[in-house]
């Protein structure tokens, strides 16, 4: 169960666009927001010089879900000037150190392994790591100790946007909550979270546009498919995961292959439409 947390964020520049420090304030973790063109800022400050773990958020033309890459390393900071050189796509760094300075090497490499296992896990974005970080040797005490912190890191991620370890498979939902979408020859499933509109695995699609289809719907049904996101089955396509669009009617469109108002034709199993459930 979700509990109520009080964070903290404290702006360095004044800028509500900058960096960012989070911290809850009873917790040892502290997360660093920095945007690739603040590193030389960052840079005059002493947070990142330490021993961490860090996320490379971005996006591609290509791909169909945000990227994250994940890292551990003895000073962030320098790390983040590597892969500034050497790492095109990401805009966003946030670096995660401890507030009293008690992480070592194998601290941060336990949360780097577990950080990169869980993000591929809860598939939410696409994970540019191309191979899984080994587990190192930790005691009993310590693991517990570094799995609450990584609950931290959880949370912290989750508030300044990024949401890489929030689930939302249909088994989250209450069949009371479940909205379903219904075509010719389809029926998809899906719900409103947080920060979108989730389509579930299994859903159906139909295969073809009608011509007036809008072309952001065309070319992201078509990043679907590239990705194996979307697989043909039946004579029409299939979501083989689950899916999170920006709104219910982005979701619509992709499944009924034409622009339509999300809010009223997603409907739960009463026939009432999303409109009279959320906005009315």
């Known amino acids: 169960m ?8 404290f702006l360095p520049d004044g800028s509500p666009r900058s960096v ?5 304030t009873n917790r040892v973790v502290k997360a660093v927001l920095v945007p690739r063109n603040k590193l030389e800022y960052i840079s005059t400050r002493t947070e ?38 050497t790492k095109e796509f ?24 577990i950080a990169v296992d869980q993000a591929k896990e809860s598939n939410r974005y696409e994970t540019e790591n191309q191979t899984a970080p080994s587990k190192p040797f930790v005691t009993e005490s310590m693991e517990a100790d570094l799995l609450d912190s990584f609950d931290t890191i959880k949370i912290l991620l989750s508030t300044l946007g990024f949401p890489v370890y929030d689930k939302v498979g249909k088994e989250q939902v209450t069949s009371k909550e479940l909205l379903f979408l219904n075509g010719r020859n389809i029926k998809a499933e899906g719900d409103l979270i947080d920060d979108g509109f989730v389509v ?17 719907l065309i070319n992201l049904r078509q990043k679907l498919i590239q990705n194996e996101i979307l697989i043909e089955k039946n004579g029409n396509y ?36 999303l409109d009279e459930i959320k906005r009315k």
């Not at 961490?52 to 000037?81: H, M, Q, T």
């Not at 507030?99 to 949360?111: G, M, R, V």
């Open 2 to 9: 979700n509990r109520p947390q009080t964070i903290q964020i």
């Open 20 to 24: 960012k420090i989070a911290e809850i």
């Open 48 to 85: 990142l010089n330490n021993v961490g773990i860090y996320f490379l958020f971005g996006e591609s033309a290509e791909k169909a879900k945000p990227i994250v890459y994940i890292g551990e390393a003895e000073d962030c900071l320098e790390r983040l000037k590597q892969h500034n050189r």
């Open 90 to 113: 990401w805009n966003y760094a946030v670096v995660m150190v401890s507030k009293i300075n008690a992480f070592t090497k194998s601290h941060a490499k336990y949360l780097e392994h």
């Open 200 to 216: 579930f695995k299994g859903s159906q699609v139909k295969k073809d546009t009608v011509p007036s289809c809008h072309e952001y």
């Open 238 to 273: 299939e979501f083989v995961q689950d899916y999170v669009f920006n709104s219910p009617s982005t979701a619509g469109g992709v499944v009924l292959g034409r622009s339509t108002n999300g809010w009223t034709k997603w409907k739960n199993k009463g026939g009432k439409t």
